[in-house]
Nanobody
């Protein structure tokens, strides 16, 4: 069964850091680009960062310079290091393959608040 399990979210103060993890099961991620997305209350899901099968990365302008995406194909995992967090980063964060997209996981809640 193909699924993603996201973890690592939590409550953090502005300026803090979190590291999100995405574990894929049911297939190997090594041949696929993988993205991190987020969805804030009342907003559509948006792309945050992506990493290609060979390690090329891209970021949304809102997170550029603060977030870093990485992958460990041996562990079938993708990570998102988030630094200098802002209240507007508050959202549920999801991972998924870029193409084809697969069933969404439950996501992990990130709340940035003092």
């Amino acid at each position: 069964q193909v699924q993603f399990v996201e973890s690592g979210g939590g409550l953090v103060q502005p300026g803090g850091s979190l590291r999100l993890s995405c574990l894929a099961s049911g297939f190997r991620i090594s041949n696929y680009a993988v993205n991190w997305y987020r969805q804030a209350p009342g907003k559509e899901r948006e792309l945050v960062a992506g990493i290609t099968s060979v390690g090329g990365t891209n970021y949304a302008d809102a997170v550029k310079g603060r977030f870093t995406i990485s992958r460990d194909n041996a562990k079938n995992m993708v990570y998102l290091q988030m630094n200098s967090l802002k209240p507007e980063d508050t959202a549920v964060y999801y991972c998924n393959t870029r193409f084809p997209p697969r069933p969404w996981g439950q996501g992990t809640q990130v709340t940035v608040s003092s």
